[in-house]
Nanobody, 125 residues
Framework: QVQLVESGGGLVQAGGSLRLSCAASGRTISSYAMGWFRQAPGKEREFVAA??????????YYGDSVKGRFAISRDNAKNTLYLQMNSLKSEDTAVYYC????????????????WGQGTQVTVSS
């Protein structure tokens, strides 16, 4: 069973940046696609970003609302996933969840194997 632990959330002013980390244990992540989701109060869970398994030629995917502002990356040697968030807006306020998918490639609707507990990001305007 893999454990995913997010960190790096917090309070930031609009226009600022944050970097989220997701440390995995119990399983090597190098063979799995990984991603980020978020959920704001009263809203449905939203796909943020995903990255395929190959760290050297990783393919990245982004939700429309974060394209050009967020960047997903991974360090398989550290068993860690990252999300660099720039030009933050108040609408980015949400709990951010790290996920590990069931295989190495990402496609829309791919089943998620494991979820982290989430980290709160609050953007003040």
């Amino acid at each position: 069973q893999v454990q995913l632990v997010e960190s790096g959330g917090g309070l930031v002013q609009a226009g600022g940046s944050l970097r989220l980390s997701c440390a995995a244990s119990g399983r090597t992540i190098s063979s799995y696609a990984m991603g980020w989701f978020r959920q704001a109060p009263g809203k449905e869970r939203e796909f943020v970003a995903a990255i395929s398994a190959n760290a050297i030629r990783a393919i990245t995917y982004y939700g429309d609302s974060v394209k050009g502002r967020f960047a997903i990356s991974r360090d398989n040697a550290k068993n860690t996933l990252y999300l660099q968030m720039n030009s933050l807006k108040s609408e980015d306020t949400a709990v951010y969840y790290c996920v590990l998918y069931t295989g190495g490639s990402y496609y829309y609707g791919r089943p998620v194997d494991s979820w982290g507990q989430g980290t709160q990001v609050t953007v003040s305007s």
